[in-house]
């Protein structure tokens, strides 16, 4: 099993920026460097929709068009953490923002998830 547990959410104003971290305890046999992950959200009153996912054999990267060229994922396999870096953050943006993990990439960005963190709350005033 993986437990993913993210960190870093509060609220800012419009403009500023936030680093989430999502700390994966892949405790089975499957390490957390074979692991895809994953960021999605959830806005009050909305589906829950992808944010950001990176693979793990090589670090490709896929975004959805709404935060394309303001957030950055990244990974440290050494750390078993993945990050969010959001630039720019607009009051749209405002959501919870869960971390996912699935065993391949493309299946994550399409809404197929094998794990879901809880979620951390991040809130930007205007």
């Known amino acids: 099993q993986v437990q993913l547990v993210e960190s870093g959410g509060g609220l800012v104003q419009a403009g500023a920026s936030l680093r989430l971290s999502c700390l994966c305890d892949?405790?089975?046999?499957?390490?957390?460097?074979?692991?895809?992950m994953g960021w999605f959200r959830q806005a009050p009153g909305k589906e829950r929709e992808f944010v950001g996912a990176i693979g793990w054999s090589t670090p490709d990267t896929f975004y959805a068009d709404s935060v394309k060229g303001r957030f950055t994922i990244s990974r440290d396999n050494a750390k078993n953490t993945v990050y969010l870096q959001m630039n720019s953050l607009k009051p749209e943006d405002t959501a919870v923002y869960y971390c996912?993990?699935?065993?391949?990439?493309?299946?994550?960005?399409?809404?197929?998830?094998?794990?879901w963190g809880k979620g951390t709350l991040v809130t930007v005033s205007s």
């Open positions: 892949a405790s089975g046999r499957r390490p957390f460097s074979r692991y895809a």
């Open positions: 996912t993990a699935s065993q391949i990439l493309h299946t994550l960005v399409s809404g197929v998830v094998d794990f």
